[in-house]
Nanobody
Framework: VQLQASGGGLVQPGGSLRLSCRASGRTITSYTMAWFRQAPGKEREFVACIRSTGGSTHYRNSVRGRFTISRDGAKNTVHLQMSSLKSEDTAVYYC???????????????????WGQGTQVTVSS
């Protein structure tokens, strides 16, 4: 599967952005789809995911309640709606796809075999 991320940009604190990750080659419902991010000088970290089976969603604590991950099967696209953005959300955001992930591995980037290019999100006044 090939992944194409889009939607990043510059936004003021408290603002919103919606990231999209369009997949080609295979339907996204076959995969656990996730968003990770990497800020300058920091390691890549898990943000959110939506599981292939059942569509349950999972979030890192710092974004829960502000970010929402969803998928559009008809467009084979995963979205990350980000609201109440903070300066600490500034990072390059990556979408990823993995197969047969168990619950304990959802936040482990090594378990995701497919990655899109990053999209920059900058939260600044």
């Amino acid at each position: 599967v090939q992944l194409q991320a889009s939607g990043g940009g510059l936004v003021q604190p408290g603002g919103s952005l919606r990231l999209s990750c369009r997949a080609s080659g295979r339907t996204i419902t076959s995969y656990t789809m996730a968003w990770f991010r990497q800020a300058p000088g920091k390691e890549r970290e898990f943000v959110a995911c939506i599981r292939s089976t059942g569509g349950s969603t999972h979030y890192r604590n710092s974004v829960r309640g502000r970010f929402t991950i969803s998928r559009d099967g008809a467009k084979n696209t995963v979205h990350l709606q980000m609201s109440s953005l903070k300066s600490e959300d500034t990072a390059v955001y990556y979408c990823a796809a993995g197969i047969n992930l168990i619950s304990s591995s959802l936040a482990d980037d090594r378990r995701y075999a497919y990655w899109g290019q990053g999209t920059q999100v900058t939260v600044s006044s």
